[in-house]
T-cell receptor, first 113, second 114 residues
């Protein structure tokens, strides 16, 4: 089955620690995206990548980093510089940029205490 | 700047009743418009999309939406709601100016009464 996997489903970390969220897709999509979701705020774009080895900041990139070394993988690192990292994180991919719809993974809920 | 507004934060309907969820957008050119549904703790599933052509689009699960340029709206409708439709619904507009990002609305949470 083609799709997007995110692991783990739940993640707990202490303040001051970096943490990496995994996102893998086997849809052969060129573009991948990371969103943050908080109650009442919809989805906000953190980073996106249109091709391998290239990525751009979204609207709320501060305190986050990404890499795109392989077409199927787009991991997100939440660094200790992110002031309020507790949130639900969603990864998405699309066939390309433009009109192509985005497909979403199941999400990772990160709790930092 | 582009924006998407979903004016209703919560909507409650009875099972079997009709449903309309509102979405208004602000965009200079012809927008690419999407409706997604999200069950609690899950990812988003695409319900339908509008790129061009017929302004009434059909989607999955019996949903449809109508693009009205004059009103800058893309409202989602369903003639008869089922209890399983209870979820959060997001409207999004795609940015065709070069970045191809989505702008999401803040969502409408639907509750269905038995």
């Amino acid at each position: 089955d083609g799709g997007i996997t995110q692991s783990p489903k739940y993640l707990f970390r202490k303040e001051g620690q970096n943490v990496t969220l995994s996102c893998e897709q086997n849809l052969n999509h060129d573009a991948m995206y990371w969103y943050r979701q908080d109650p009442g705020q919809g989805l906000r774009l953190i980073y996106y990548s249109q091709i391998v080895n290239d990525f751009q900041k979204g609207d709320i990139a501060e305190g986050y980093s990404v890499s795109r070394e392989k077409k199927e993988s787009f991991p997100l690192t939440v660094t200790s510089a992110q002031k309020n990292p507790t949130a639900f994180y969603l990864c998405a991919s699309s066939r390309g940029t433009g009109t192509y719809e985005q497909y979403f993974g199941p999400g990772t809920r990160l709790t930092v205490t | 700047a582009q924006s998407v507004t979903q004016p209703d934060i919560h909507i409650t309907v009875s099972e079997g009743a009709s449903l309309e969820l509102r979405c208004n957008y602000s965009y200079g050119a012809t927008p690419y418009l999407f409706w997604y549904v999200q069950s609690p703790g899950q990812g988003l599933q695409l319900l339908l999309k509008y790129f061009s052509g017929d302004t009434l689009v059909q989607g999955i699960k019996g949903f449809e939406a109508e693009f009205k340029r004059s009103q800058s709206s893309f409202n989602l409708r369903k003639p008869s709601v089922h209890w399983s439709d209870a979820a959060e619904y997001f409207c999004a507009v795609g940015d065709a100016s070069g970045t191809y990002k989505y702008i999401f609305g803040t969502g409408t949470r639907l509750k269905v009464l038995a």
